[in-house]
């Protein structure tokens, strides 16, 4: 067993390898800087991002099974209020061979956010996660009025385990097949 501390406290207990990926998921990662001291970051620093957090049905995770809903909760600072008409936030997953194959946009979304507190949290919904099993690593960005104010690779890690699809391609999207009887071919 192993015991996950935060400044003495206790956050949770569980197995070694689950602590560890849950130590890497809160921005432990990588080399142990925690995400706010990250200094391999890119962006005007107007905001940055602090810390990652993932849940699933109100509870804090490091892993989900695809079809499960994940939300992904971003940590930031501001040195003061921000009001612009294009705020733009948004979460990739990439592979281990560092293939970005997909990314949730604020600007893809029907909500325009323009506005952020100095300092609060950004929440990120995907309902069923289609990605299929296999280890991911989570870059998260944002940008003000089009200018990147803060880009970080490899910010958190997710654990995507089996759920009904195989392990082919990348998402397990929903769809049927059906079998249709088709009049003999006359030889």
């Not at 192993?2 to 990662?29: D, F, H, P």
Request: net charge negative.
């Amino acid at each position: 067993r192993c015991v996950l501390l935060k400044n003495g406290e206790i956050l949770k207990q569980g197995s070694a390898q689950e602590m560890i990926r849950s130590y890497c998921a809160t921005g432990g990662a990588p080399g142990g800087t925690a995400l706010a001291k990250r200094l391999d970051r890119t962006g005007t620093g107007r905001m940055r991002f602090t810390g990652v957090r993932l849940s699933s049905g109100g509870e804090e995770v490091t892993a989900v099974r695809t079809g499960q809903d994940l939300s992904i909760v971003l940590s930031f600072e501001a040195a003061e209020p921000v009001i612009a008409q294009n705020l733009r936030f948004g979460v990739s997953l990439v592979t281990p061979a560092g293939l970005e194959f997909v990314s949730f946009d604020s600007a893809s979304t029907k909500a325009a956010i323009q506005f952020i507190p100095e300092c609060g949290e950004l929440h990120c919904h995907i309902p069923g996660l289609p990605v299929v099993q296999g280890q991911y690593r989570g870059w998260v960005y944002a940008a003000i009025n089009g200018a990147v104010a803060d880009r970080v690779e490899d910010a958190f890690e997710l654990e995507i385990t089996g759920g009904q699809y195989p392990k082919m391609g990348f998402f397990a999207l929903p769809h049927e097949w059906t079998v249709a009887a088709s009049e003999a071919s006359g030889d």
